[in-house]
Nanobody
Framework: QLQLVESGGGSVQAGGSLRLSCTASGYIYSTHVMGWFRQAPGKEREGVALIYTGGDTTYYHRSVKDRFRISRDNSTKSVYLQMSTLKPEDTAMYYC?????????????????????????WGQGTQVTVSS
């Protein structure tokens, strides 16, 4: 059973930065997707940034594409989300997720799928609050 533990959330003013970390413990197949979803009160959970270890392909939500960056460290089974130029609309609970099958592939490459139902493993979440 894989366990995911997040850290790094907090409160920041608009324009500030935060770095989220997620570390996996337990076994996961070497090629997998790992990354971040978020859920604001009254809204559906949405994919924020995901990375597929099979080719280092990534997914970013259109609202964070130029502000957030996902990275990973295979040696520690960790994934990180560097969030810059934060906005009040980024306020949400951020969840780390992982799965071995959450990809869509063509003849050339595979991309992470940003649909929560595809993910088997979830962390407990870390709150990010951005004030204006």
């Amino acid at each position: 059973q894989l366990q995911l533990v997040e850290s790094g959330g907090g409160s920041v003013q608009a324009g500030g930065s935060l770095r989220l970390s997620c570390t996996a413990s337990g076994y996961i197949y070497s090629t997998h997707v790992m990354g971040w979803f978020r859920q604001a009160p009254g809204k559906e959970r949405e994919g924020v940034a995901l990375i597929y270890t099979g080719g280092d392909t990534t997914y970013y939500h259109r609202s964070v594409k130029d502000r957030f960056r996902i990275s990973r460290d295979n040696s520690t089974k960790s994934v990180y989300l560097q969030m810059s130029t934060l906005k009040p609309e980024d306020t949400a609970m951020y969840y780390c997720a992982a799965d071995t099958s959450a990809v869509e592939c063509n003849d050339v490459y595979c991309l992470p799928v940003a649909i929560p139902d595809y993910y088997k493993y979830w962390g407990q979440g870390t709150q990010v609050t951005v004030s204006s």
